[in-house]
């Protein structure tokens, strides 16, 4: 499945110095799963630090933010 960024999340990345491959693996193999509403929160833990990524899925999944938490 596609995976496209929003103008939003790709600031985000830059911002906060996340790389788009730790956004793929995150999304592709989470460490935990919430769906609410028509959003997926996915989290891993990669570094020692946990990454969340926030996106919608519909005919490819669209990356709307991604941030670490503590």
Do not use: C
């Not at 769906?35 to 833990?45: G, L, P, S, W």
């Amino acid at each position: 499945m596609d995976i496209i960024y929003t103008s939003h999340a790709n600031r985000q990345l830059k911002d906060r110095k996340i790389e788009q491959v730790w956004i793929e693996e995150t999304i592709k193999y989470p460490d935990e799963t919430k769906h609410k509403m028509h959003k997926y929160y996915v989290t891993k833990k990669l570094d020692g630090k946990t990454l969340r990524v926030v996106y919608v899925k519909e005919k490819y999944i669209k990356v709307i933010t991604s941030y670490f938490i503590k």
